[in-house]
């Protein structure tokens, strides 16, 4: 500074300033404006015309006022960033069919890692959208069982993982490296027992008493998709209920969809119930009727041994065909994907629009193929349900697809506090949509077309969707964790 300045009056300095700056008043003050959006914050209730402001990558402004910024953009729908509380697929491919589905953050909670920091590592610093993971019952069982698809990379068991009964010392053991993963900042305990039939109740407990050592949730893929019977998805739901009865760790229940079928009004009431009584569980659903999981998975099983009809409902996801019992065995291998047509349209819509469910895609692309639901799940949401059909609420979708999810994750990992929401201090993960023509292009014959209708995504106040086009060469995203360390303080 130049000590002769100190000399000046200060009204002539202040007069200085005023004369270099002509309207300091209207001087750029924010990174990024969002202009006249229809700003909704299902928290809140805001649903209204404002501006938003973002400075250092958080929203510092919603005001009625015109704001000032460096760069401005026209607002049309503005919602706090979605946030997917299950995908599977974690990778660049993966997170640009997301981004342009309008989510700014995509986790890994069901299946889960076995190595969490290992995980975060691979992602600093070089993701496009926001990432986390939580540490899996499944990856921890594939390795101390010796699982034949630890070795093959699948992503689910291929056999002993599956049907082989553990130990009580194994049992200890998957403890011990889930354990490890929580102290890492996992976001939850992951299982999928589907996949692991042979993981017995009291294996089911003890997974629960580590995430209640940590105060994690556990998100469950049930047992039993009911497909024989209706009654065994409500036994299934009722297993890891009272496991989160008995040891007070949260349950968050995946694809409520797909693992109730027929059985969805029971077991959409049976959580109600329960929640109804102090327990907290909560639920995902995704907006198809189709499932999709690895072919050479347990959950096939009884397939197998099943009538011939069934195979016609099972399409191989590389080739389109529908099996029958001879091209299933022949291509029951490891790599090999299969959709399964198991739902109805009306089970589908009562799990989609129960105020219990947070919307989460389960999606996963490979080279393109997959499941349709990886690149369209919010875009389906607010196309067909509610734009086209009027079944859900603009206001309540967004609630699905931002809120509830980081309201379910915020007490392990209190960073999601300023996620799900439009107000000053959040993190400014925000999606701006046209809600006259969002809509879903993927399909069943090419899963990985992306969405439309997205104008603008933002990823801790960096734009990777840019009027409607994906960005190149940004990597905004952050890991999505819990505090590390030992057992929190109760
Ligand atoms: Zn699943």
């Known amino acids: 500074m130049n000590p002769r300045m100190h000399r000046w009056p200060l009204v002539l300095l202040a007069a200085a300033c005023l004369h270099a700056s002509p309207a300091p008043a209207q001087a750029p003050s924010y990174d990024i404006v969002i202009r006249n959006g229809r700003v909704i914050d299902p928290e809140s209730g805001l649903d209204a015309v404002r501006s938003v402001g973002i400075r250092g990558g958080r929203i510092a402004a919603v005001s009625p006022a015109v704001l000032q910024g460096k760069r401005i953009i026209d607002g049309l729908v503005v919602a706090p960033g979605f946030i997917d509380l299950h995908v599977h697929g974690q990778d660049d491919e993966n997170y640009r069919v997301y981004a342009m589905d309008g989510v700014t953050t995509a986790l890994e909670l069901e299946v889960g890692v076995g190595d969490v920091p290992a995980f975060y590592a691979a992602h600093e610093g070089t993701s496009l959208i926001n990432y986390g993971a939580s540490a899996g019952h499944i990856r921890a069982r594939m390795a101390v069982m010796h699982d034949g698809g630890a070795a093959l990379g699948t992503l689910l068991p ?67 998709t009911g497909l024989a019977e209706p009654g065994s998805s409500v036994e299934s739901y009722l297993e890891v209920i009272g496991a989160s009865a008995v040891t007070g760790a949260p349950v968050h229940i995946v694809h409520v969809n797909s693992t109730s079928l027929a059985a969805t009004p029971l077991t959409l009431a049976l959580i109600q119930e329960a929640r109804e009584h102090g327990l907290d569980v909560t639920a995902e659903a995704y907006p198809y009727t189709a499932g999709m999981t690895e ?43 299969v959709i ?151």
């Open 340 to 490: 399964l047509f198991l739902n109805t349209p009306e089970m589908e819509a009562l799990a989609v629009t129960s105020p219990l469910t947070a919307i989460a895609s389960d999606g996963r692309i490979v080279n393109g193929k997959g499941h349709p639901r990886t690149a369209g799940t919010s875009a389906r949401i607010l196309g067909h349900y509610v734009r086209e059909t009027g079944q859900l609420r603009l206001v309540d979708a967004i609630r699905k697809l931002a809120l509830m999810p980081a309201q379910r994750l915020e007490r392990r990992a209190p960073m999601f506090r300023t996620k799900g929401r439009i107000k000053v201090g959040a993190d400014a993960d925000i999606t701006v949509f046209d809600p006259a023509t969002v809509a879903d292009r993927s399909t069943y014959q090419q899963p990985g077309l992306p969405s439309v209708g997205f104008r603008y995504v933002l990823v801790n106040g960096t734009p990777v969707v840019l009027e409607g086009v994906l960005r190149d060469g940004v990597h905004p995203g952050r890991a999505a964790r819990a505090p590390l360390g030992a057992v929190p303080p109760r």
């Open 158 to 224: 291929l056999d002993s993982a599956g049907h082989n009964a553990a130990s009580d010392a194994q049992i200890a053991e998957m403890r011990r490296q889930v354990e490890a993963g929580l102290a890492a900042g996992a976001l939850g305990v992951g299982m999928g027992l589907e996949y692991t039939p042979a993981a017995s109740r009291y294996e089911v407990l003890e997974l629960f008493r580590s995430a209640a050592k940590y105060h994690a949730a556990v998100f469950v893929h049930t047992r039993s």
């Open 295 to 337: 072919l050479s998975s347990p959950l096939l099983d009884r397939f197998a041994n099943g009538p011939d009809s069934m195979f016609a409902r099972l399409m191989l996801a590389s080739t389109g065909e529908r099996l029958t019992r001879a091209t299933f065995a022949a291509n029951r291998k490891p790599g090999a994907v």
